[in-house]
């Protein structure tokens, strides 16, 4: 008995001091970071899931402890990354600018000087949901309509706002505008509870396959006559609704409309090794990351540096220069 317990005892001092010797095993303390979503029925939700287990599986090796949280969407995550709530957060493209420059939400608290890009991850279309009972066929259409516009915290509440605005219509006085989240839209469609709402979400998304699925016939409608948005705004482009991905909404051909960026953002007070370990993590795994998700279908190493405003965080620099990407 004795003898045993010497042995276990011999064997625990053989590992302490081979642990000793090699460091990046020994790490005692785990860095525990956080990914602010969106609702769980759109990409932002899965996007997150994706990069944090790709970083949790090397857990061993970099010391991060990574999770993610449904949120209220890009405003919500900017505002919590810059109080230091939240470690990451995924945020459209518009609204990374918006906030780097003080614009919209940030135009009273000014211009959020410690945000930072980390990469641009997929597409996303302003994508405008309506109850065929609603004769609803063109964004002019919506005037008198109850209509979800995208809850405050939401990124695409201003996209809708400047859709509406663009085709001449005052949000406030011409629609009755509802603020709810976008996982309750579907439902609140379905239910006759209102007749139309807006979501800029990457495609498939869960929330859009509610919505055209139920009992009511739903239509995904074209957003047309925004060509001064795009001139006026530098992160807004035309873009395409493929409606392979929803067989129950009654039209057939892909949709047109406008679209930005989904976008992967940090603070400055984010530890520089954290940062490189989680790009360097989704970068030399793209091709598996691409397999998660139908909506990364088109992602490039390239084509993910794009769309950012904010400055660089220094890790994601560091890996890009390492890997070629930037100079
Ligand atoms: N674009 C939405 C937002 O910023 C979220 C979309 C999603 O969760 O996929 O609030």
């Known amino acids: 008995m004795m003898r045993q317990a010497k042995l276990v005892l011999a064997c625990l001092v053989v590992i302490c001091l081979a642990s000793g010797l090699t460091p990046q095993f020994s790490r005692a303390r785990t860095t525990f970071v956080a990914i602010g979503t969106g609702g769980i029925t759109g990409v932002y939700y899965p996007t997150g899931g994706a990069i944090a287990r790709m970083i949790n599986k090397k857990k061993a090796l970099y010391g991060i402890s990574c999770s993610f949280e449904s949120t209220g969407g890009s405003v919500f995550n900017v505002n919590a990354v810059m109080a230091g709530d939240l470690e990451f957060g995924v945020v459209q493209s518009d609204r990374q600018y918006q906030a780097w420059h003080g614009l919209a939400e940030w135009k009273t608290r000014g211009p959020q000087k410690d945000l930072r890009s980390v990469f641009s991850i997929h597409p996303e279309s302003v994508t405008l949901v309506a109850a065929q009972d609603a004769g609803i066929r063109g964004i002019r259409d919506l005037r008198g309509k109850r209509v979800n516009i995208g809850n405050p915290g939401s990124g695409q509440r201003q996209n809708s706002i400047d859709a ?20 309750e839209a579907p439902g609140l469609l379905q239910d006759g509870r209102i007749d139309a709402f ?13 919505a055209t699925a139920g009992a009511r016939k ?12 795009l001139k006026k705004y530098p992160y807004y482009a035309p873009a395409l609704i493929p409606m392979e991905f929803y067989p129950g909404a009654i039209n057939r051909e892909d949709v047109p409309t406008f679209g930005v960026k989904a976008t992967f953002v940090t603070s400055i007070r984010v530890p520089e090794a954290v940062v490189y370990a989680i790009t360097k993590e989704v970068f030399e795994n793209l091709e598996e990351f691409k397999t998660l998700h139908p909506a990364y279908k088109t992602l490039t190493p390239k084509s993910m540096l794009q769309g950012l405003t904010a400055p660089l965080h220094p890790g994601a620099r560091r890996y890009f220069e390492e890997a070629g990407l930037l100079r």
């Open 164 to 183: 509406l605005r663009a085709v001449g219509l005052d949000p406030e006085k011409d629609l009755r505008a509802e603020g709810v989240k976008a996982a």
């Open 198 to 210: 807006f979501y800029t979400v990457g495609h498939p998304s869960g929330a859009i396959k509610e």
């Open 218 to 229: 739903v239509r995904i409608v074209p957003i047309r006559g925004v060509e001064t948005l």
